[in-house]
């Protein structure tokens, strides 16, 4: 897409709104070439007590215009001031050009309730949080409601006990049986990777007696340890056994707020396994069906059928760990609202703690691309009744909204949701996208944030971060630890959090 831009513009938010409306387009000089690519035009000017975006848009021999103006407040900078012109001149001209208005407006981040937990920060009611998100972000009112509520139900859990001492643990495990044909993620499947898993456990052992013996040398409490993948229960009972007792070793499990360990893929759990995970202190874990319907499965590529999901479920309702996440998936290739509905009614039924629906999203690594079986949608078909049915049955069920996240290229531009009966929110889920303290990984792949939530000048939470390398064979070759150790103890001394 070829774009035009005059005036103290953000050129990269502005290619982010453009993908909401022209998804798959890319930009740069390759792409002007082309002549029907699509191309916009932009200029932002000041005024005497404002700022003005006027819009042109052009696309397959039609064009549409919007002039969109916002004046300067004390509640907002110059550049949150161009942004709300800017992003406001831009749906609106491209939302006229397609007859398409995007669900969450101009907001284009991961975190959608950011913006409601600041306006709530800032001593707006709810109500007109809600107003605000519709009259100058161009969220439609349910999108803003729901955003509404999100932001307080973290607000809630995050609460006034926030400690500059708290911190969470991550532990990644990158390996799957097999791959999802819509999978992204850093995860390894072909045999001759997965033979490095013991190698690999050595490893992680090592890195993590590093950074629990730097946790507690800085007196910081962990509040969370989440162990990821990839899918962790790859591991064999006796490997899983290894990795948790090494975890017990270095740190007080009985004291967490929450134990994680992700176990998604039906086909690798087995009630030996949760029993080493019960035994160990595991207070959450996730079994994840996407769909119960098996014509989808069969497309996406999940070894599993919706029988083999109610084994797996039934083993960990049985193992006696508290706290039951599925996941599930909107806009899957071949699902339609009949099918997902039906999956979405045999989940309530179960009742699990937590329910996560997320929205189709094809990343560039995913598979399902190139085998060319699935095309981006802007309004997503059935995906946005989907997510209304969600969203509307999980609340008569007595769940509530407590965490939200949005990704790029989701189907119909939706969101993702983590439901949760009061009392069962995941909390590592909160702690990580809000950023509220630090969280420490260890890994292929891992990324640690150092997180100073409240610094002593004012001002936004100061954020660093720590990368292992992406891929094992790297990883088994890294000695970073040591470094990356001396670094989180810089961090929290120089920043007098400790």
Known sequence: MKLFLNGKVNIYYIQTLCMIFFPGEKFGAAEAEHENTPALWLDL????????????VEADGKSAE???????????DRDKT????????????????????????????????????????SGMSKTRVKRTLASEYFVIPKKAAL???????????????????????????????????????????????????????????????????????????VKTVYIGGGTPTILSADQLRFLLGKIASLTDVSSLEEYTLESGRPDTITAEKFAVAREYGVTRVCVNPQSLCDDVLREIGRAHT???????????????????????IVGLPGDNFKSF?????????????????HTFCVK????????????????????????????????????????????????????????????????????MMEEVHSIFAVGAGAVSKMVDYRPENGGKPIIERLFYPKYPFEYLRDTSTDEKVSKMEAFYRDHHLI
């Open 45 to 56: 000017t000041e005024k005497e007590d404002g700022l003005e975006a006027k819009v042109r």
């Open 66 to 76: 919007a002039t969109k103006f916002y004046a300067f407040s004390e509640q907002r």
């Open 82 to 121: 161009a942004k709300l012109a800017c992003g406001a001149a831009v749906v609106a001209a491209c939302g006229e050009l397609i007859g398409y208005r995007p669900s969450w407006g101009m907001l284009t981040g991961v975190r959608p309730s950011k913006v409601a937990t600041e306006l709530l920060q």
């Open 147 to 221: 955003a509404t509520d999100v932001a307080l139900n973290e607000q809630k859990l995050i609460g006034s006990s926030w400690n500059s001492k708290d911190c969470s643990v991550y532990v990644g495990i990158p390996f799957c049986p097999s791959r999802c044909s819509y999978c992204s993620f850093v995860s390894y499947t072909s045999p001759k990777l997965l033979s490095l898993i013991p190698e690999y456990l050595l490893h992680v052992a090592q890195d993590l007696e590093k950074t629990f013996g730097k946790i507690r040398e800085l007196g910081l409490r």
């Open 306 to 328: 919706a029988e083999d999901f109610l084994r797996a479920y039934e083993i960990a309702r049985e193992s006696g760990i508290p706290c039951i996440n599925t996941d599930l």
């Open 341 to 357: 509905s039906k999956t979405f009614d045999k989940i309530l039924a179960l009742h699990p703690q937590n329910i996560t629906i």
């Open 364 to 431: 560039k690594a995913a598979d399902i691309l190139r085998q060319g079986s699935h095309v981006y949608s802007v309004r997503g078909g059935d995906a946005g009744k989907c997510v209304d049915y969600t969203q509307l049955r999980a609340q008569q069920e007595g769940y509530l909204p407590y965490y939200m996240y949005r990704q790029k290229n989701t189907v119909g531009n939706f969101e993702n949701v983590g439901f949760a009966l009061e009392g069962t929110e995941g909390l590592y889920n909160i702690y």
